[in-house]
Nanobody
Framework: QVQLVESGGGLVQPGGSLRLSCVVS????????WAWYRQAPGKERELVAT????????QYADSVKGRFTISRDNAKKTIYVQMNSLKPEDTGVYYC???????????WGKGTLVTVSS
């Protein structure tokens, strides 16, 4: 059974940093594309960043380009997103997502809450 478990959320002041982690189990790491999404209160879930199964390509939402960095550690089977220069509009629940590159099957974690506020 595929499981994605996020951690690292919390309360941070504007301009601060957080690193979110997503520990993966139950799937072969290299056959999935990986992504972070977020959902702000009262808004739809939006894509934040992606990294390919090979780890060679990343993409970011315009709103986080230059501030967020997605990465992966194959040995630890963990996906990260480093978030710098955080803004109040970055507040939301952040979800880890996997998509099997052969079957299209997707899995989601339960999310971790990030609150950016002074």
């Amino acid at each position: 059974q595929v499981q994605l478990v996020e951690s690292g959320g919390g309360l941070v002041q504007p301009g601060g940093s957080l690193r979110l982690s997503c520990v993966v189990s139950g799937t072969i790491f290299s056959i999935n594309d990986w992504a972070w999404y977020r959902q702000a209160p009262g808004k739809e879930r939006e894509l934040v960043a992606t990294i390919t199964s090979s780890g060679t390509r990343t993409q970011y939402a315009d709103s986080v380009k230059g501030r967020f960095t997605i990465s992966r550690d194959n040995a630890k089977k963990t996906i990260y997103v480093q978030m710098n220069s955080l803004k109040p509009e970055d507040t939301g629940v952040y979800y880890c997502n996997s998509r099997n590159i052969y079957t299209g099957e997707e899995y989601w974690g339960k999310g971790t809450l990030v609150t950016v506020s002074s």
